[in-house]
């Protein structure tokens, strides 16, 4: 299976959301992630869609389905165009007074941010690709990890011509 991050260009309406999202999954794709927020137009919604699928074929059939709801303005596959990707993570860690260095140095090398601190856990956060997201939360394991929230992959083409103009 091969994962695709689609750019899907809606209507700022309420329920839209859950009809793409419920498209794509009746459909037996598998979403990976999938995070919407608010573009440079105040009635669009961005929503940026990581999925599975087996085949191009099968891409073209989610892009094509999920092109036929009525609040769909457009589809953009970004993983076929040059691309920025990122992802946000946050991750709570026990800290002790001696893993406390150890987990600052960490946070350090992956140029990540402590957010909140405590007298037992730090709050780390992090932006990067899924890899290097993978990887502070692989050397982060052995200090107990209590609690990871991560976005998905959001994503932009690069170059001057914006996901509209695709």
């Not at 598998?30 to 191009?56: C, H, K, L, Q, W």
Request: overall charge neutral; glycine content about 4%; aromatic content about 4%.
């Amino acid at each position: 299976m091969k994962k695709y991050l689609l750019a899907v260009l809606v209507d700022n309406k309420p329920g839209v959301l859950t009809h793409v999202a419920g498209l794509i999954s009746r459909r037996a794709f598998n979403i990976e992630s999938i995070s919407a927020g608010y573009t440079e137009e105040a009635d669009v919604t961005r929503i940026n869609v990581v999925v599975s699928v087996d085949s191009p074929q099968e891409l073209e059939q989610v892009k094509n389905q999920v092109a036929k709801l009525i609040d769909v303005i457009k589809v953009v596959n970004i993983s076929a165009t040059e691309h920025i990707t990122r992802e946000l993570v946050m991750i709570k860690v026990r800290a002790t007074t001696e893993t406390r260095a150890d987990i600052i140095n960490i946070v350090n090398i992956f140029r990540a941010k402590i957010v909140d601190v405590s007298t037992s856990n730090v709050v780390i956060e992090l932006t990067g690709g899924a890899k290097k997201i993978d990887a502070i939360c692989e050397v982060l394991s052995d200090y107990e990890i209590l609690e990871i929230a991560r976005t998905g992959a959001i994503a932009l083409s690069r170059g001057p011509v914006p996901a509209k103009g695709m």
